[in-house]
Antibody
């Protein structure tokens, strides 16, 4: 059974940093592209960032380009999202999702950016 | 970059059927999409991948009541024999040039 478990969310001040993690199990992690998707309170889903199975190729939404960095450690089956220069509009639940069509989702971790 | 358009809301009676629509923008009518369900307070759940031909591939454990179809730029999700647990937000999603996009979502109310 595929399991994706996010962690690392919390309250941070504007301009601050946070690192999210996603622990994956139940599949051959290195074979699959992974993504981060977020959902602001009461809003729809927004793709944030993705990377290839090897981790060599990375992709970002314009809204986070230059501020967020996605990475993975295939030896530990872990996906990461380093978030810098956080803004209030980054407040959201952040989900990790598997493969190009997001065929498995984690339960999400809440990030609140507020002073 | 494709744009996906969904109606904001839909409603149907318990035990009936409903067909939700996701429309691809001009120039992207052949694109494959995926449908996701988000029940209140829960994480999204993958339902299916749907091709422009109408062929679809459902996720593990998705009931037979859920099916997909296509016509031109429109991608459909049909839910038969509606159950109370089908009350949820439904999102379509696609990808192009290593960028992904979601539709705005349809809130389905089961009467």
């Amino acid at each position: 059974e595929v399991q994706l478990l996010e962690s690392g969310g919390g309250l941070v001040q504007p301009g601050g940093s946070l690192r999210l993690s996603c622990a994956a199990s139940g599949f051959t992690f290195s074979n699959y592209a992974m993504s981060w998707v977020r959902q602001a309170p009461g809003k729809g889903l927004e793709w944030v960032s993705g990377l290839s199975g090897s981790g060599v190729l990375t992709y970002y939404a314009d809204s986070v380009k230059g501020r967020f960095s996605i990475s993975r450690d295939n030896s530990k089956n872990m996906l990461y999202l380093q978030m810098n220069s956080l803004r209030t509009d980054d407040t959201a639940v952040y989900y990790c999702a598997k493969d190009r069509q997001f065929d498995d989702w984690g339960q999400g971790t809440l990030v609140i950016v507020s002073s | 970059q494709p744009v996906l358009t969904q109606s904001s809301s839909a409603s149907a009676s318990l035990g009936s059927s409903v067909k939700l629509t996701c429309t691809l923008s001009r120039g992207h009518s052949s694109y494959m999409i995926a449908w996701h369900q988000q029940q209140p307070g829960k994480a999204p759940r993958y339902l299916m991948k749907l091709e422009g031909s109408g062929s679809y591939n459902k996720g593990s454990g998705v009931p037979d009541r859920f099916s997909g179809s296509s016509s031109g730029a429109d991608r459909y999700l049909t839910i038969s024999n509606l159950q109370s647990e089908d009350e949820a937000d439904y999102y379509c999603e696609t990808w192009d040039n290593n960028s992904w996009v979601f539709g705005g979502g349809t809130k389905l109310t089961v009467l």
